[in-house]
């Protein structure tokens, strides 16, 4: 089970490391809420174990962000033991919340549930639609079938444009959530980055460009795969 850990605390991130890795999971630390942003975009972790007060980015606006396009389970542990605050971070789309000083055997109970509600999930399917296969596990896009199957060439950007979209079928993705997990928080207002990496895309996977299919627009608000109806 792999989980983001994120606190700028670094004893505390230190405590976490050495308690969830001597119980046989894989760590992957971060000290700001960009950074743990950036973790979850690329490694697709199982869990993330997530602080509030963080810098560059803080933890509400974290959860935010993953929930934009994400289902993966986030467990809070931070200092704010203010009942509103709780309440927020847990509308805001957290599964869980423990207060700073947590009791270790009851940390280790929280992750081992929000474990087993993830258990059983494809965290790298394949995605086809038209003639395109993406496989996600693999970080690889191909077209036609067969002898007739070739490999599609994108940029690391237009991987991750197309990752964060087929991973959420239909469903609405912000522009602001795709601008923060492409290019960074200082980047919320570069919508013109999104319609010339969109169109990339379009160009290489659409079977008519001009008239998109599968890579949708939504006018305003951001961008939706649209999969084949079977």
């Known amino acids: 089970m792999r989980i983001v850990v994120a606190d700028d605390d670094k004893q505390i991130l230190g405590a976490l490391r050495i308690i969830l890795t001597a119980r046989g999971y894989d760590v992957i630390t971060a000290h700001n809420g960009k950074e743990a942003l950036d973790l979850v975009m690329t490694d697709h972790p199982d869990l993330v174990i997530l602080d509030l007060g963080m810098p560059q980015l803080d933890g509400l606006a974290v959860i935010q962000a993953i929930r934009g396009w994400s289902t993966v389970p986030i467990?809070?542990?931070?200092?704010?033991?203010?009942?509103?605050?709780?309440?927020?971070?847990?509308?805001?789309?957290?599964?869980?919340?423990?207060?700073?000083?947590?009791?270790?055997?009851?940390?280790?109970?929280?992750?081992?549930?929000?474990?087993?509600?993830?258990?059983?999930?494809?965290?790298?399917?394949?995605?086809?639609?038209?003639?395109?296969?993406?496989?996600?596990?693999?970080?690889?896009?191909?077209?036609?079938?067969?002898?007739?199957?070739?490999?599609?060439?994108?940029?690391?950007?237009?991987?991750?444009?197309?990752?964060?979209?087929?991973?959420?079928?239909?469903?609405?993705?912000?522009r602001e959530t795709l601008l923060i997990e492409i290019w960074g928080p200082n980047h919320t207002a570069d919508t013109g980055y999104l319609r010339l990496y969109l169109s990339q895309l379009r160009k290489k996977l659409e079977p008519e460009p001009s008239k998109p299919r599968y890579l949708l627009t939504e006018s305003g608000m951001g961008y939706r795969f649209s999969p084949d109806r079977t």
């Open 75 to 174: 467990l809070v542990v931070s200092g704010r033991a203010d009942s509103a605050e709780k309440v927020e971070a847990l509308d805001l789309g957290a599964d869980d919340y423990v207060t700073k000083p947590f009791a270790t055997d009851e940390l280790l109970a929280r992750v081992r549930a929000l474990g087993r509600r993830q258990s059983g999930q494809d965290d790298s399917p394949v995605v086809r639609f038209g003639d395109v296969t993406v496989d996600l596990g693999n970080r690889r896009v191909t077209r036609g079938a067969g002898a007739a199957e070739a490999s599609v060439r994108l940029t690391p950007t237009e991987w991750q444009m197309l990752e964060v979209l087929v991973r959420n079928p239909d469903k609405l993705i912000p």
